[in-house]
């Protein structure tokens, strides 16, 4: 079956970032209107590695140990700068509840702009909190270049440092396995999450909470960040749904021979 | 305030500006998107400079202040000068800058690789203990069936299994990852628009 | 209440009586309400009443002063507080204690949360010594048998008598991927892309060096990019190695060129699909290349005969079919991949019209191409080490999971600190 204009592939793809758009601010609009402020009055469900990060984060507190954060080694300027990202509001959101702490979080990067950026949050969470004077520049550190440079230069910081636990956010290779095991080895919690199909598939064997897929997206509503990531997840529900229907319709009408 | 402002101002237009060329055919849209992208990927060579320069720096305060380890920063910063001289004076894709690259580099790297089947193997075998589900037996026993479907079998020589492990990998594997990379992708999606909107600033001082 | 206090004895009597219980003199007399005592310590009208031992009973010290313990008045400044302060009680506090014990009764439960509170106090207040840690633990004897138990594998083909383990045959996607080579005609420009890591040389150089092999022979003209900071090295590498195998001499600017490397990841691809000549107006050597005759009519990436991408990350090469291939319109896409990365770039191939025109995935695909071109050997004579290690891995995976899985259905929870 042939339709009789020709529909710009750019124009879909437009419309649908606009339609994803329109939900986000929806659905910002109702939750702050309801104040439905708690994940569970947001419609969402629970993951566990969420709850077990906040405790850790109470204990790294409690304990005056410090936590890891290991970001990847994505930029911010390719396919995979969202992970970086959602790993830089994580650790913004984690610098600003251990800076009443005794030692602050060590970040760890395998890329040039991530460190810079990572020293820039990991600063402004601290001045937000009043406690600049913290801040210490070798607390974001670049670990290496290649992948496997990059998770060597991480594993003194997990066995050296004392860390309480380990935050695995970001784009992820199969490296991501060295790094989890070390984080294990220390009897420390691991959360990891990576947008790579072959580091969620080594992470859900070596580490202890993994977040799978768009779990790792959802972080932000899950840390409690702001009501537009919840909003964020809720609209990325209802796509989902609207893909699954269109992904059945098509199949079906490419069976059937429409088209 | 103001500062901020500009700062969200100029982050959205930037945005609106490569999101609009990518999608909409406008020569003048199209000609500034490909500015903004040769200024990233000038932005990301030089960011690739200053890390270096932050890894120096940090490994250098560690061998002044004789930190635990110190002795490692050292060797890699001699390591770090020596290929650069190397690279500097000789070229990238010299005699001598092949020599390190194949002697050091490529051992070092393929024996991270060869621990890593050491660690993966080890972490199978906790897996069942850690996680005693009926999920992680599932996940073994597709391990065990892609492995032994991958290579020939001196004992146990089955077609069966080369076809299983086929068929799991086309279908299975390729819709579960199909699936999983859709909601990587609805989430990537989701973040650069909150980054467009200003909700999410990794740039806030 | 007030007692009587008996003049004669000093006996308390009980209010109302009006002879005393002990020696039975009179008690009319007694004053039971305090009147205010004067300024010399006289009580009105109360002297003559207290008997020698004083008021309450006490007996007064005659060469006391005059602040109420005269002995003169014989009365001190509690006497008219006889009703206020109950006698008795006084009276019975001087007698003798009796005998209490000083164990304190605690029930069982008590002393449990007692030994419990001074646990903790206890550990709280002193500086715990930091946990010796074993250097070699459960784990890393795992790990070493592990090792030991994969040389043994790996190295039985070559020191023992090899069992007979059959080659892969070539699939389709080597097959159509040898074919696309051998339709080349000679001295075509043919762009190949290194992007995978060192880590994974071991991998993807026996396919490489084969389908580098079969390129030189067709006299193919050779320029290498990369999307990877370490891709031009690594390139010049997978050179060298196949000059040796093949037996020929391929030298730059002659045979190849390495334009180095494509920064911005899909951003620096999307340049390239554009223009390959603004994205690299040099070669890696600093040689203006685009002049010579093999490349004096490619601007695009279009323009290559062929585009051959090898990388280990299904994410990079993704990358090139999503950006890049929309723009070869003539020019096949042919890919070397790890095996990691075939369940998500098997359905480019496998697609109609097809993304991607040729595959060789891992170790497996090596070989299958090797049998097809009956060129080199090199991957065909690590098959069997390779094989033999991953049925090791397979049968320690089994082994071991079994053990775990036993092991964790008798254990308690473990948790890490700060867990659950």
């Known amino acids: 079956m042939n339709l009789p204009y020709q529909i710009d592939p750019g124009y879909i793809g437009l419309g649908f970032v606009l339609l994803f758009l329109l939900l986000i601010l929806t659905f910002t609009a109702i939750l702050r209107d309801k104040g439905r402020r708690s994940l569970g009055e947001a419609g969402l469900r629970k993951i566990p590695a969420f709850k077990k990060l906040w405790r850790t984060m109470n204990y790294s507190v409690e304990s005056g140990k410090r936590l890891h954060l290991t970001l ?94 380990t935050i695995m956010v970001g784009h992820f290779g199969s490296e991501a396995a060295l790094i989890a095991d070390a984080s294990e080895n220390t009897d420390c919690m691991t959360l990891a999450g990576s947008d790579d199909l072959s580091a969620q598939a080594i992470l859900v064997a070596t580490a202890n909470e993994p977040l799978i897929g768009e779990e790792l997206y959802a972080a932000g509503a899950y840390m409690q960040i702001g009501l537009t990531h919840t909003a964020s997840v809720r609209a990325q529900d209802v796509i989902r749904w609207i893909l699954v229907i269109v992904i059945l319709v098509g199949a079906a009408l490419k069976l059937t021979g429409v088209f | ?186 989430g990537t999606i989701a973040t650069g628009l909150r980054v467009l909107m200003g909700a999410d600033r990794p740039y806030e001082d | ?116 509170l001074e646990k903790l106090t206890r550990t709280e207040a002193g500086s715990r010594p930091t946990p010796k840690t074993s250097n070699i633990t459960t784990q890393h004897i795992i790990r070493i048998l592990i090792m030991l138990f994969l040389i043994l594998a790996i190295s039985w083909p070559i020191f023992f008598d090899p069992p007979h383990l059959p080659l892969p045959a070539a699939d389709s996607n080597v097959s159509s991927f040898s074919q696309h080579i051998l339709s080349l005609p000679l001295d075509a420009p043919v762009l190949l892309a290194f992007d995978y890591e060192p880590g994974y040389a071991s991998e993807l150089d026996t396919s490489t060096t084969a389908v580098l092999d079969q390129l030189m022979s067709r006299n193919a003209y050779l320029t290498l990019v990369s999307t990877s900071t370490s891709g031009a090295i690594q390139a010049e590498r997978a050179i060298s190695i196949a000059e040796v195998k093949a037996a020929r001499i391929y030298e730059a600017p002659t045979d190849y060129v390495n334009l180095g490397y494509i920064p911005g990841g899909a951003t620096g691809l999307i340049g390239l699909s554009t223009g390959i000549r603004s994205t690299f107006p040099l070669s890696i050597n600093g040689d203006q290349v685009w002049q010579s005759p093999a490349l004096q009519d490619v601007n695009t990436p279009n323009d290559f005969n062929l585009v051959i991408v090898i990388t280990d990350s299904s994410a990079t090469a993704r990358t090139w079919v999503e950006q890049v291939r929309p723009n070869l319109i003539n020019t096949p896409l042919l890919m070397i991949t790890s095996a990691q990365v075939e369940p998500l770039i098997r359905p480019y191939f496998d697609s109609d019209p097809a993304q991607v ?64």
């Open chain 1, 72 to 165: 990847g080694r994505a930029g911010i300027g390719g396919e995979h700068s969202t992970s970086s990202l959602v790993g830089l509001s994580i650790l913004k959101s984690v610098a600003q509840f251990v800076s009443m702490g005794d030692k602050s979080p060590i970040t760890t990067s395998g890329e040039g702009t991530l460190m810079i950026l990572s020293q820039d949050t990991t600063r402004s969470a601290y001045s937000s909190s009043g406690v600049a004077e913290k801040f210490d520049q070798a607390d974001g550190q670049l670990s290496g270049l290649t992948p496997f440079s990059y998770a060597s230069g991480t594993l003194p910081i997990i066995y050296d440092q004392q860390t309480s636990g």
């Open chain 2, 1 to 186: 305030m103001v500062k901020r402002t500009l700062l969200i101002a100029v982050t959205i237009t930037t945005g609106l500006v490569i999101l609009m060329g990518y999608f909409i055919n406008l020569p003048a849209l199209v000609s500034v998107r490909k500015i903004f992208l040769n200024w990233a990927i000038i932005l990301a060579a030089v960011a690739l400079l200053i890390g270096l320069i932050n890894l120096i720096v940090v490994h250098a305060r560690k061998i002044i202040n004789k930190e635990p380890g110190s002795h490692y920063s050292l060797v890699l910063l001699v390591s770090l000068m020596v290929t650069a001289v190397v690279g500097i004076v000789s070229g990238p894709t010299s005699k001598m800058s092949q020599w390190i690259f194949n002697n050091i580099q490529i051992p070092i790297e393929t024996s991270l690789m060869a621990l890593l089947a050491v660690v993966l193997i080890s972490a199978a075998i906790r897996f069942t203990y850690r996680r005693p589900t009926s999920f992680s037996l599932i996940f073994i026993f597709t391990t065990l069936i892609i492995m032994l479907g991958t290579v020939s079998n001196p004992w146990l020589n089955v077609s069966w299994l080369s076809e299983l492990r086929l068929w799991i990998t086309r279908v299975p594997v390729v819709g579960g990852a199909r699936g999983i990379l859709f909601g990587v992708v609805l």
């Open chain 3, 357 to 420: 025109d040729g595959l060789i995935v891992g170790l497996a695909g090596s070989v299958g191409y090797e049998t097809f071109t009956g060129r080199i050997k090199e991957a065909s004579n690590l098959w069997g080490s390779f094989s033999m290690s991953v049925v090791a891995a397979a049968g320690l995976i089994l082994f071991g999971g079994m053990v775990s899985a036993i092991l964790a259905a008798n254990k308690q929870g473990q948790d890490y600190p700060g867990g659950e």
């Open chain 3, 1 to 116: 209440m007030a007692g009587l206090l008996c003049d004669n004895c000093g006996a308390i009597n009980s209010p109302g009586n009006q002879v005393c219980q002990h020696c039975q003199a009179s008690l009319e007399d007694h004053l039971t309400q305090p009147e205010p005592i004067s300024s010399d310590g006289d009580v009105p009208g109360q002297s003559q009443k207290f008997n020698s031992t004083g008021h309450l009973g006490f007996p007064v010290d005659d060469h006391l002063g005059s602040e109420g313990y005269d002995s003169g008045h014989k009365q001190s400044p509690l006497a008219e507080l006889g009703d206020v302060i109950p006698i008795e009680t006084v009276v019975e506090e001087i007698s003798k204690p009796k005998p209490y014990s000083l164990k304190i009764r605690v029930t069982d439960a008590q002393r449990t949360n007692i030994r419990l």
